[in-house]
């Protein structure tokens, strides 16, 4: 394990009555691509001023590269950040934006020009230097700011929701691109987006925020196939939810009773905790995980179990079936529509609304939240 | 054009008649060679505006008002930055009381504030002069101020100080570097309306002024002998050309400030 380019430990913060970070204890790895990922009002921007300097802690230690950040002021710390808003300065140009943390720079002029070339060589904006910042697109002024900040050579460069005010296309390039030059550069980066898909794309690891809490820290594939509690399960990506009984337990195995799958036994690994407004134990599954069976298809999988399909969504590459399981409402008497999702490959034809179809499955997919 | 559309417009045109031919007849007179303000017009004379400028009293009136004007303007100019920039970036507390009452002077009777000031000064037994004027007039001016400076100071996005604060600079830096720059159109707008508010008051110079003419007291002096009025009208003339200069610098400023930003306006005057 690399060491540890910043550590929070106990971070609290308060505005007023308001309980904005309760308890922060985080450590972000050295040349690693991390992220602060939340609904909004989570705290994971105030996480990330808090490590930028721009506010204050109530109560707790924030290391940078060892350092404690307790006396140190913004624009004192190894950090640098591409504001949501990009915060370009409109009355200057290009490369004077670039320059601008250069002010103070003892270095001569010829050598600070170099380095704001070499910087927007970087971001692919080589030759705009002289170029009005407040006549480019979204695109080029987010790489200004990237320019601007990883001029200064930061030990941490903080990006608060980069991305949110691209259009798709530009945004997925724009993923591409960072990914690309965290690695050139080497710098940690630590990311707060709103978005779960942004994180699993680009980040090495990701801390899920809910309430001024982490509620897990993982890797992506972690996070999505083995999420620690019913509500990051439901943030990131989609999870289909089925109530369960649970019948018996031994040794770390647990024996369910799933509305609409039947009875199954969960070793320990498939086990995350629920969450204080759940109403009992759940089954959550990917749509991806149950596969759609044709009228005369056979399969591998251990379960099956009959559905009829409510609603076809067609998007070309994919269709999204919403099902009803057979006795899915025999614990509670509520119709739960599952959703299940099909590559859509050739020879295989979309099936209809109301056909009476099969489902195969496998109990290593499920999780129970408990 | 319908029927309700002539007539709208019949309104606006004798709306505007009424509003600037008043004006009109200042350089008209101010060139009549005659002394009563009457038509038929005489002949063209530049002679009241050679009397205006022989004129001591007047010159002195000018140089007064000048002085307090521009003084009032920088004053209540620069107190409105701090003002609206704390209205607008800090939440503190009382914060909307104190800019209640720093606001209140705009709609307070002038009569009032000049009567009360007076009576303070003379209680408190400051000599009245130039000085008592201009802070008289700072404080009438600084509402409005504050009102164009409010706007600019919240039309800018407040990443762009910490943009400069993270990026190493002192807070006093990002201020200078970033804020005012982008502030600037807004600060001269501030100062345009103060010194054009301050030049034309009269209530607070009549009481405070002691024996110093302004140019405003100046011309009402003088309104009771009919033999000065074309003078007045000379006066009155380049005033109106003044008006006209200021205001067309002030938006030459804002205008050449929004196209180096890409045109968000930042609190101009027009």
């Known amino acids: 394990m690399t060491e540890a380019m910043i550590a929070c430990k106990g971070v609290h913060k308060y505005y007023g009555d308001y309980h904005a970070l309760r308890g922060i204890d985080l450590t972000i790895r050295a040349g690693e691509f991390f992220s602060l990922l939340g609904p909004s009002g989570c705290g994971k921007t105030t996480l990330l001023r808090t490590i930028a300097g721009f506010e204050d802690i109530s109560q707790g230690v924030v290391l940078i590269d060892g350092r404690d950040m307790g006396e140190v002021p913004a624009n004192k710390r190894p950090t640098n950040m591409v504001f949501q808003s990009y915060a370009i300065f409109p009355h200057l140009t290009v490369a004077e934006n670039v320059a601008f943390g250069l002010r103070r720079d003892p270095r001569p002029k010829a050598d600070k020009a170099a380095a704001v070339e070499e910087a927007l060589a970087m971001v692919g904006l080589k030759g705009y230097g002289a170029r009005s910042a407040h006549a480019l697109s979204g695109g080029q002024r987010q790489r200004v700011a990237l320019a601007r900040a990883l001029i200064l050579k930061p030990k941490v460069l903080l990006l608060d929701e980069p991305l949110s005010a691209l259009d798709r296309k530009m945004r997925e390039q724009m993923q591409v691109e960072l990914i690309k030059l965290q690695r050139q550069v080497g710098i940690t980066f630590v990311l707060v987006t709103h978005d779960q898909e942004e994180a699993l794309v680009m980040s090495d690891r990701i801390a899920v925020m809910f309430e001024g809490e982490i509620a897990q820290l993982d890797g992506p594939e972690a996070l999505y196939a083995r999420p620690a509690t019913r509500r ?72 099956e179990t009959n559905a009829s399909i409510d609603e076809v969504v067609y998007y070309g590459d994919m269709t999204y079936y919403d099902l009803r399981l057979d006795g899915a409402d025999q614990l509670d008497g509520k119709a739960r529509p599952v959703r299940i999702s099909m590559r859509n490959v050739f020879g295989r034809d979309v099936q209809e609304v109301g056909t009476r179809t099969r489902l195969a499955w496998s109990p290593g997919s499920l999780v129970l939240f408990r | 054009m319908n029927r309700s559309g002539r007539g709208l417009q019949a309104y606006a045109v004798i709306y505007l008649l009424f509003l600037y031919a008043p004006i009109i007849l200042l350089p008209i007179f101010a060139f009549n060679s005659g002394t009563i303000i009457a038509f038929p017009l005489q002949g063209f004379s530049t002679e009241w505006f050679e009397q205006m400028w022989s004129n001591t009293t007047l010159r002195r009136a000018l140089a007064n008002s ?23 970036r800090f939440a503190f507390p009382g914060k909307g009381g104190i800019m209640g009452f720093i606001m209140l002077p705009m709609v307070l009777p002038e009569i009032i504030v000049a009567m009360s000031l007076l009576v303070v000064l003379l209680g408190v037994g400051v000599q009245l002069s130039l000085l008592t004027v201009i802070a008289g007039h700072t ?63 009269f209530i607070i110079a009549f009481f405070l002024a002691g024996n110093e003419p302004t140019l405003p007291t100046y011309i009402f002096s003088q309104l009771r002998f009919p033999r000065a009025i074309p003078v007045i009208m000379a006066l009155g003339t380049v005033l109106v050309l003044i008006s006209i200069v200021l205001l067309a610098i ?12 890409g045109g968000s306006p930042t609190g101009g005057l027009l």
């Not at chain 2, 000048?66 to 607008?88: D, E, K, M, P, Q």
């Open chain 1, 232 to 303: 990051v399960a439901d943030f990131i990506g989609v999870m289909n939810f089925l109530p369960a009984r649970i019948l018996s337990e031994s040794a770390g195995t647990v024996t369910v009773e799933v509305a609409g799958l039947g009875q199954v036994e969960l070793p320990e690994r498939q086990i995350s905790r629920a969450d204080p407004e759940d109403d009992g134990p759940m089954i959550g599954f990917r749509p991806e995980t149950m596969t759609l069976l044709g009228p005369t298809a056979t399969h591998s999988q251990p379960r």
């Open chain 2, 66 to 88: 000048l002085t307090i004007a521009v003084s009032a303007s920088v004053l209540a100019t620069c107190l409105g930055i701090f003002a609206a920039r704390a209205s607008t």
């Open chain 2, 139 to 201: 404080l009438i001016c600084m509402p409005y101020a504050i009102a164009v400076l409010s706007t600019a100071f919240s039309s800018l996005d407040r990443s762009l100080e910490e943009a400069a604060y993270d990026l190493g600079e002192s807070r006093w830096g990002a201020f200078r570097l970033v804020t005012l720059p982008l502030v600037m159109p807004g600060i001269i707008s501030a100062l345009l309306i103060s010194f054009t508010i301050s030049l034309d008051e």
């Open chain 2, 250 to 261: 002030g938006e030459y400023f804002r205008r050449r400030g929004n196209a180096r930003i």
